[in-house]
């Protein structure tokens, strides 16, 4: 049975702290962080809440290694990555909250 994956980026706010993460789940995952659950997370001390990139793959494999990817690239790199998909820096929560 193959899975799925996706990478992503939260944020605090417009050029903020940056985390990228990748799941199988990423609905679930991207609430984890807006509601702060870890308390000790990296996203829960940085109010990162905003998400505000995202990127779906077929296999969690190829999510891994684009994560691996994006977290060894530039910080420019990272944010030109969420610009073209997202200019405005719009949370991108209203968009995924609702996939099944």
């Not at 940056?18 to 308390?39: D, F, I, P, S």
């Not at 190829?62 to 820096?89: D, F, H, T, Y």
Request: net charge positive.
């Amino acid at each position: 049975m193959k899975r799925g994956g996706c990478v992503y980026i939260m944020t605090n706010q417009r050029n903020g702290t940056l985390y990228v993460g990748v799941t199988a789940r990423l609905v679930e995952r991207v609430y984890e962080h807006r509601t702060h659950a870890n308390v000790n997370s990296f996203t829960a001390k940085y109010d990162c809440n905003i998400l505000v990139y995202y990127n779906t793959f077929e296999f969690i494999e190829e999510a891994i290694s684009e994560e691996k990817r994006i977290k060894g690239s530039s910080r420019q790199k990272k944010l030109q990555l969420i610009e073209r998909m997202n200019p405005n820096w719009n949370d991108l929560w209203d968009e995924i909250k609702d996939w099944t």
